[in-house]
T-cell receptor, first 114, second 116 residues
Framework: AQSVAQPEDQVNVAEGNPLTVKCTYS??????LFWYVQYPNRGLQFLLK??????LVKGSYGFEAEFNKSQTSFHLKKPSALVSDSALYFC????????????FGQGTTLQVKP | DGGITQSPKYLFRKEGQNVTLSCEQN?????MYWYRQDPGQGLRLIYY???????QKGDIAEGYSVSREKKESFPLTVTSAQKNPTAFYLC???????????????FGSGTRLTVV
């Protein structure tokens, strides 16, 4: 069965420092991976996706993600964190088949301190 | 502007009461999904609909019901059989479920349901 794991409940980083939010996945076929961000009491907003090709994917708000097939990981990164990046981040993988279902990780809270 | 509208934003339910959460989209998307969000548990799929007049149970469908009579609308009813309904409920859609890897989901802003 497909699954997604986000091993850290919370990540703390100082403003201006690089950040990484980790995600590992398990799929039997080609992985189609997503990152979403959620601000308090709001829906999720799309950040970026991996379909195929370049292992470094660039997305919204200066975020990027590195796909690593051998480690089955898709870590979210940003070179210089902002206080406004503080939010809840979700990694997701498409479930195989044509249902359109996405399987989400449990989420990682990113706290960026001034 | 195109998007998904969920209403109400906050909803309070008494014990034994059924309540209905609204989800409306003007994106002309075929597929719609309901997720439940609880702290530390991520998003869990309740029901989904790949096309109008059809829907399927997700992972935690017990105590919930849906309908998809119109393409734009996918209301979720939380019945009295749902023993722990307090949660944040999110509705999402995608243009074509077969191509979700291209489009991902568009989400509504959610409804927070509280049992009082």
């Amino acid at each position: 069965a497909q699954s997604v794991a986000q091993p850290e409940d919370q990540v703390n980083v100082a403003e201006g420092n690089p950040l990484t939010v980790k995600c590992t996945y398990s799929v039997s076929g080609n992985p189609y991976l997503f990152w979403y961000v959620q601000y308090p009491n709001r829906g999720l907003q799309f950040l970026l996706k991996y379909i195929t090709g370049d292992n470094l994917v660039k997305g919204s708000y200066g975020f990027e993600a590195e796909f690593n097939k051998s480690q089955t990981s898709f870590h979210l990164k940003k070179p210089s964190a902002l206080v406004s990046d503080s939010a809840l981040y979700f990694c997701a993988v498409r479930e195989e088949g044509n249902t359109g279902k996405l399987i989400f990780g449990q989420g990682t809270t990113l706290q960026v301190k001034p | 502007d195109g998007g998904i509208t969920q209403s109400p934003k906050y909803l309070f339910r008494k014990e034994g009461q059924n309540v209905t959460l609204s989800c409306e989209q003007n994106l002309n998307h075929d597929a719609m999904y309901w997720y439940r969000q609880d702290p530390g548990q991520g998003l869990r799929l309740i029901y989904y609909s790949q096309i109008v007049n059809d829907f399927q149970k997700g992972d935690i469908a017990e105590g919930y019901s849906v309908s998809r009579e119109k393409k734009e609308s996918f209301p979720l009813t939380v019945t009295s059989a749902q023993k722990n309904p307090t949660a944040f409920y999110l509705c999402a859609s995608t243009p074509d479920p077969r191509a979700v890897f291209l489009y991902g989901y568009t989400f509504g802003s959610g409804t927070r349901l509280t049992v009082v």
